[in-house]
């Protein structure tokens, strides 16, 4: 029977009552203590006296000071070991810290299953094992954790199967991060429950099936951040998705989404930002916008038609904007100009035309300007670079005109001009020539006029000029241009001597001067070229000797000295040309005997001094032998008839070859290399043509070979395509498309595509290079050299191999649009790199699913124009 306290005072003194009250407590509270701080030098013991750890000692002060540690009331709330390097299972007694409501183990190197020991845990409210190597499929009973738990982070691990239906029990969850797992089971019926979620994030989960996204979607109404990027989601966007009243952002993109976008998205007022880009969505944008947060818009690679919705001038906080890679058509909005937060404007590849809205970039610090391939016309704005901003200009392939704006000149912080193909005209702003940091400098078709300066940004390695009217000498600075690796200033009014100065470029791979005025001779310092592998002078007025320096270029592979006046002698010339012309000039003498052979046939044409040993070249032969002294005889004069029908029949023969020849060296100099870049490269087409020899060959198979190529930061692969035949012309429009479709694919499952280099007759496809080969090889024991040999494809690494392949499958087959299937499947099309993350190669253009009635160019091709594995 209890004993009043009162009544309990009248028998005790309360003040002994108070003090033996206060010691039980404090002796409970230090038993707690002494018992988790015995749980944490455990837990230190357990893994091993990490360094990390090394002021948790017996001896030091209180737990609750160390930078782990969090404790409430002197006991321990939170526990945070990420990033630890930790490569050991959770103890199976941390649940013995009691009071734990914060743990956090994420990324790490904690292997094995879902540690269950923390369903001990019961005051757990916040749970972080994301980045580890946990594997398994999510426990079907993982209620069991805290009925507390609020927050449940398992991301970037790989677990696999369902999100498991008991999930839902767990009422207090507000966030859910399940991102970049191996999921591949059912999910929609199993979050609908999860009514007070806040946070859902199921991103990257590339091998989810096939799924729709659910109709109630009223059940989500607190929901403010939903991630849905890469889940394989199709059919059409629900139209009530507009009662997620507490959306704020809204990522559903690299999908196979189709349908229009629901009017109701932009209703939500809370709305910051949405992702959509990568799907099949069409139709037109809704128009009516009453999200007025919106931020971040992202609609990119969609079949979207239409106008861009005058009411996205009105969007105050908008600050990224891309709505590139559709078919939107009409005019920018004239509001667009105003946007005050506005910082990257993407709307490249589209039907836009009319001019652009003038004060683009004067209210806001506008960082990205890409508008290519459209048909906008008049002027650029004046005020772009406004704010001293501006990083990257894209506007090539318009119909733009005038002169570029003077505030271009301040832009000292500009990476990239890339304003080719248009109509400008003026001169280039003074200020531009020297902006510190720009890299790419491509104004090349267009009408520009002046003279170059004596100072380039330290930075430009692509100056791209030609086709322009510049005029003037080329200047002596050019030696301060340094990091300088192509030079192209063809078709243009340069005059004067190519200075000595131009010799002493250490990158100089590309070096384009034709079809200018330029005069006096080629100076003998060339020497210095050592990287040079394409000179082209063509169509000038150079003369003297032909340096004998030049036969030392050990890049050079491409060299047009035609239509000049050089004369002398012809040197010797590199032993890895596979493009020379040195026709129309005053040459004499015999030429080298390597050159020879009909490959060269109309390099030497027009230099009425030089002679072979052979009529393959269409010369005067050096030695006729066709003199006879008994000219008396009938025999002789017999044997000259002959001699003159079988000169007659080989004129002719000769003839049809010169035309053949004269239609291929057109296209076959240096300048008809085409490149379509798709990422910044560190290498030129040039270095790439030049590197293709037998040495380089490292595998074939049916549809081309393989080189691997040194571009000074690595190895890329180089896939020619056989020449059978030259492609028609829809073929061949179509064969590109599909590329630039491929471009934009980026997974690290998938070898990466780089560039595409081509002209008429041939097609180059370069790809990264995967330094341990193919997975046929390591099955069959083909490894031979190096470190590698040495290594065991043991299961853990088999396992990994296998689901990379998966991934990259399942990627192609339900996240691209159109699909691709492979159809060529095998190990050997299995690629490793040195952490033996397996990437699918030979994918290219094996089967694009192209819907009905679309041109279906490569639907007959098995296997692909792609990176083959290479061979022994």
């Not at 005038?402 to 400008?424: A, I, Q, T, W, Y």
């Not at 310092?525 to 340096?547: E, F, R, T």
């Not at 032993?575 to 040195?582: D, K, M, S, V």
Request: hydrophobic share 40%; aromatic share 10%.
């Amino acid at each position: 029977m209890t004993i009043p306290l009162i009544q309990l005072c009248l028998e005790f003194p309360c003040h002994i009552f108070l003090v033996l009250f206060f010691l039980l407590g404090h002796t409970s509270s230090q038993s707690l203590y002494d018992q988790e701080h015995a749980v944490l030098l455990n837990i230190k013991q357990y893994l091993q006296d990490p360094p990390f750890l090394s002021n948790w000692t017996s001896t030091s002060s209180s737990h609750c000071s160390w930078p782990e540690i969090i404790c409430t009331t002197n006991s321990v709330t939170s526990l945070t070991l990420s990033q630890s390097n930790i490569n050991r299972t959770i103890p199976s007694f941390i649940c013995g810290l009691t009071n734990l409501t914060h743990l956090d183990f994420s990324f790490n190197f904690i292997p094995g299953g879902f540690p269950t020991p923390l369903y001990n845990c019961s005051k757990l409210e916040y749970l972080d094992l994301s980045g580890n190597n946990f594997d398994g499929k999510v426990p079907h009973d993982i209620d069991q954790l805290s009925a507390n738990l609020q927050y449940l982070n398992l991301g970037s691990t790989n677990f696999h199967g369902d999100v498991p239906s008991s999930i839902a029990k767990l009422k207090q969850l507000r966030q859910i991060k399940l991102q970049y797992c191996l999921l591949n089971g059912s999910v929609a019926g199993e979050i609908d429950d999860l009514s007070n979620l806040e946070y859902l994030d199921l991103s990257s989960n590339f091998m989810f099936p096939e799924w729709k996204l659910p109709w109630n979607l009223t059940k989500f109404n607190k929901l403010k951040v939903f991630n849905l990027y890469g889940t394989n989601l199709v059919g059409e966007i629900p139209e009530n998705i507009g009662d997620m009243v507490a959306l704020d952002m809204l990522d559903m993109s690299n999908n196979s989404l189709a349908g229009g976008i629901p009017s109701g998205l932009f209703l939500l007022k809370n709305l910051t930002s949405l992702r959509l880009y990568a799907n099949s969505l069409s139709g037109e944008i809704p128009s009516v916008v009453e999200a007025l947060n919106l931020a971040n818009l992202d609609l990119a690679r969609n079949n979207l038609t239409g106008k861009i919705p005058d009411i996205f001038g009105k969007l105050q906080q908008l600050s990224w904007l891309s709505l590139s890679l559709n078919g939107l058509s009409g005019v920018i909005p004239e509001s667009f100009g105003n946007l005050p937060a506005l910082k990257d404007f993407r709307v490249f590849f589209n039907n836009l035309s009319g001019t652009l809205p003038p004060d683009f970039g004067r209210y806001s610090k506008l960082e990205t300007f890409m508008i290519a391939s459209n048909s906008f016309t008049g002027k650029l704005p004046d005020n772009l670079c406004y704010h001293g901003m501006l990083l990257s200009l894209s506007v090539y392939d318009n119909n733009l005109s005038g002169e570029l704006p003077e505030s271009l000149g301040n832009c000292s912080g500009l990476l990239d001009l890339k304003v080719h193909n248009n109509e400008f005209s003026g001169n280039i702003p003074s200020g531009l020539w020297t902006s510190f940091n720009l890299t790419n400098f491509m104004v090349s078709h267009n009408k520009f006029t002046g003279v170059l300066p004596e100072r380039l940004s330290w930075n430009i390695s692509r100056f791209e000029i030609s086709y322009n009217q510049f005029s003037g000498g080329i200047p002596s600075g050019v030696s301060s241009w340094t990091n300088l690796v192509v030079f192209d200033a063809s078709k243009n009014n340069f005059n004067g001597s190519i200075p000595r100065q131009l010799t002493a470029l250490p990158k100089l791979t590309t070096l384009l001067l034709d079809q200018n005025q330029l005069t006096g001779e080629l100076p003998s310092d060339i020497i210095s070229w050592k990287s040079l592998v394409a000179l082209n002078l063509s169509q000038n007025q150079l003369y003297g000797q032909i340096p004998h320096a030049i036969g030392q270029l050990p890049a050079l592979s491409q060299l047009d000295l035609s239509e000049n006046e050089f004369s002398g002698q012809v040197p010797s010339l590199p032993p890895r040309l596979t493009n020379l012309n040195l026709s129309s000039n005053h040459l004499t003498g015999r030429i080298p005997s390597e050159f020879e052979n009909s490959v060269f046939a109309s390099s030497f044409l027009g230099n009425s001094g030089l002679c072979a040993d052979t009529p393959a070249l269409n010369l005067t032969l050096c030695n006729s032998g066709l003199q006879r002294k008994n000219k008396g005889s009938s025999w002789s004069v017999g044997l000259v008839i002959s001699l003159v029908i079988v000169a007659l029949l080989l004129i002719l023969l000769l003839s049809l070859l010169f035309i053949r020849f004269n239609r291929k060296r057109k296209h076959g100099l240096v300048n008809s290399w085409k490149l379509i870049s798709f990422e910044r490269l560190n290498f030129t087409e040039s270095s790439i043509v030049s590197s293709m020899t037998e040495q380089n060959i490292i595998g074939s198979g049916g549809y081309g070979i393989v080189y691997r190529i040194d571009v000074g930061s690595g190895y890329v692969a180089v896939k020619k395509i056989w020449n059978n035949r030259k492609l028609e012309k829809k073929l061949e429009n179509s064969f590109r498309a599909e590329v630039r479709i491929l471009s934009n694919i980026r997974h690290t499952n998938i070898v990466r595509l780089m560039c595409c280099i081509s002209n008429e007759d041939s097609m180059l496809l370069v790809y990264e290079y995967l330094e341990n080969h193919s997975l046929d090889k390591w099955l069959h024991k083909k490894v031979k050299s190096g470190s590698v040999s040495k290594v065991v494809l043991d299961w853990p690494k088999r396992l990994k191999i296998a689901i990379g392949i998966a991934q990259g499958l399942s990627y192609m087959h339900h996240d691209c649009s159109p699909p691709v299937v492979h159809r060529d499947i095998k190990t050997s099309n299995i690629l490793l790199d040195t952490q033996f993350n397996a990437k699918v190669a030979d994918f290219g253009l094996a089967k694009m699913l192209i819907k009905p009635g679309e041109l279906n160019t490569m639907s007959a091709v098995i296997g692909s124009f792609g990176y083959i594995a290479p061979g022994e």
